[in-house]
């Protein structure tokens, strides 16, 4: 993106590991008129605000996919995880997301509806199309924004989950995979009186040993990604969270541009250097 400064951002952490490797790195707006066919490969690391402009991002993904250089995540990849109704794909594989429902706009009045048709009385609506937790809305039966998220999605799609107490209680657990291999965990935790687990929201982040149940889970999640988009990502997020009758949710597989976390993790810069250099042989 082009303004990068109100957000936490690691990536040139892998730099110097790349450059170990023989690999320079030029960090580029995904906006750029640049010649990308110039590059042996394009990684796509922290377009922020894609979510503003979907269309266009992916127009841009397409102009360097045809420049002949090497785009990773690759275009197909990135085209299938975009929108978050990817994660009905992996559920009908038998991966245990949040129960969610989906519309594909809000009238007035369609709120109230969302309560019964998600079957809990506090809920979380959010875009299909999103990052960063932006247009994220937790709203009770009781609480009065109805007509506040109902303007919000009157034209543009939402899915609203059960809000999981879980979140608040534990936190969001990620687990990174780079180049199909685990690399490290970290567990989020929002604010008081928060949600949002991101630290752009004042979350906070802690690096973790996973249990195994929860790597089962994360590789159950990346195997279905690999089945879905018929190929290996070069990095993968997958972001879970306790589900209240044990085990875990796949909240949201990451493919785009997902935070890395380097900084949570010594090695991880080196694991992701190692792998991005692999596939470019």
């Given at each position: 993106?082009?303004?990068?400064?109100?957000?936490?951002?690691?990536?040139?952490?892998?730099?110097?590991?790349?450059?170990?490797?023989?690999?320079?790195?030029?960090?580029?707006?995904?906006?750029?008129?640049?010649?990308?066919?110039?590059?042996?490969?394009?990684?796509?690391?922290?377009?922020?605000?894609?979510?503003?402009?979907?269309?266009?991002?992916?127009?841009?993904?397409?102009?360097?996919?045809?420049?002949?250089?090497?785009?990773?995540?690759?275009?197909?990849?990135?085209?299938?995880?975009?929108?978050?109704?990817?994660?009905?794909?992996?559920?009908?594989?038998?991966?245990?997301?949040?129960?969610?429902?989906?519309?594909?706009?809000?009238?007035?009045?369609?709120?109230?509806?969302?309560?019964?048709?998600?079957?809990?009385?506090?809920?979380?609506?959010?875009?299909?199309?999103?990052?960063?937790?932006?247009?994220?809305?937790?709203?009770?039966?009781?609480?009065?924004?109805?007509?506040?998220?109902?303007?919000?999605?009157?034209?543009?799609?939402?899915?609203?989950?059960?809000?999981?107490?879980?979140?608040?209680?534990?936190?969001?657990l990620s687990v990174f995979a780079f180049g199909?291999?685990?690399?490290?965990?970290?567990?989020?935790?929002?604010?008081?009186?928060?949600?949002?687990?991101?630290?752009?929201?004042?979350?906070?982040?802690?690096?973790?040993?996973?249990?195994?149940?929860?790597?089962?889970?994360?590789?159950?999640?990346?195997?279905?990604?690999?089945?879905?988009?018929?190929?290996?990502?070069?990095?993968?997020?997958?972001?879970?969270?306790?589900?209240?009758?044990?085990?875990?949710?796949?909240?949201?597989?990451?493919?785009?541009?997902?935070?890395?976390?380097?900084?949570?993790?010594?090695?991880?810069?080196?694991?992701?250097?190692?792998?991005?250099?692999?596939?470019?042989?």
């Amino acid at each position: 993106m082009d303004d990068p400064t109100a957000f936490v951002v690691d990536d040139g952490l892998a730099v110097g590991p790349l450059a170990d490797l023989g690999v320079a790195v030029e960090m580029v707006p995904w906006r750029a008129e640049a010649d990308w066919g110039a590059f042996e490969a394009v990684v796509v690391r922290s377009p922020w605000d894609y979510q503003d402009a979907p269309d266009d991002f992916l127009a841009a993904l397409e102009r360097i996919d045809a420049s002949g250089t090497v785009l990773l995540n690759g275009l197909r990849t990135v085209r299938w995880n975009l929108r978050k109704t990817y994660l009905r794909e992996l559920e009908a594989t038998g991966v245990p997301i949040v129960p969610t429902v989906w519309r594909e706009r809000l009238g007035a009045g369609d709120v109230p509806a969302l309560f019964d048709a998600v079957g809990a009385d506090e809920i979380v609506v959010k875009p299909v199309v999103g990052a960063n937790a932006d247009g994220a809305f937790r709203i009770t039966r009781v609480a009065d924004r109805a007509e506040e998220v109902e303007a919000h999605y009157a034209n543009r799609a939402s899915m609203a989950q059960p809000f999981v107490r879980s979140v608040v209680e534990e936190g969001e657990l990620s687990v990174f995979a780079f180049g199909g291999a685990f690399s490290h965990a970290i567990l989020k935790t929002p604010k008081p009186q928060d949600f949002r687990v991101q630290e752009e929201h004042g979350g906070l982040i802690t690096a973790v040993t996973p249990e195994p149940e929860l790597l089962s889970a994360a590789q159950a999640a990346f195997d279905a990604v690999d089945a879905a988009t018929g190929e290996r990502p070069l990095y993968a997020r997958a972001d879970l969270v306790r589900a209240p009758g044990g085990g875990f949710w796949t909240m949201e597989v990451e493919l785009v541009e997902p935070a890395l976390y380097f900084r949570m993790d010594a090695g991880a810069p080196g694991r992701f250097a190692a792998a991005l250099a692999a596939r470019m042989g």
